[in-house]
């Protein structure tokens, strides 16, 4: 999982592979840990690179969401592929998330 801070405030985060029940409490406290410490009020989980995600991914993106609506801090979505977009709106989580198309599309909202 690559992290990039773009600005002091904003911290963006490229996994790539699989997010499933293998990996996800490591994944979700990575994420938990770029919330809490320093500076970072806005969180942007670039999935471009990531293959698939499993009820486990998704439980661990709803919490960190949870924690980061708790914090007054931001966490959205991009460069969410087709077969992964399905599992939100089949899920109705891309009501919960916020989800742009791409990095320039989230700067530019």
């Known amino acids: 999982m690559q992290s990039t801070l773009v600005n002091p405030n904003m911290t963006v985060i490229r996994p790539n592979g699989s997010i499933n029940g293998a990996n996800a409490l490591e994944f979700e406290r990575k994420l938990t840990t770029l919330l809490t410490q320093g500076?970072?009020?806005?969180?942007?989980?670039?999935?471009?690179?990531?293959?698939?995600?499993?009820?486990?991914?998704?439980?661990?993106?709803?919490?960190?969401?949870?924690?980061?609506?708790?914090?007054?801090?931001?966490?959205?979505?991009?460069?969410?592929?087709?077969?992964?977009?399905m599992i939100f709106e089949l899920t109705q989580l891309d009501r919960l998330f916020e989800i742009y198309e791409d990095e320039s599309a989230f700067t530019n909202a």
């Not at 670039?46 to 009820?55: A, F, M, N, R, T």
């Not at 439980?59 to 969401?65: G, I, P, Q, R, T």
């Open 39 to 85: 500076d970072c009020s806005i969180l942007l989980l670039d999935l471009g690179k990531v293959e698939s995600i499993d009820s486990a991914a998704v439980l661990a993106l709803v919490s960190v969401l949870k924690l980061s609506q708790n914090m007054g801090r931001r966490f959205s979505l991009c460069s969410v592929s087709p077969a992964l977009k």
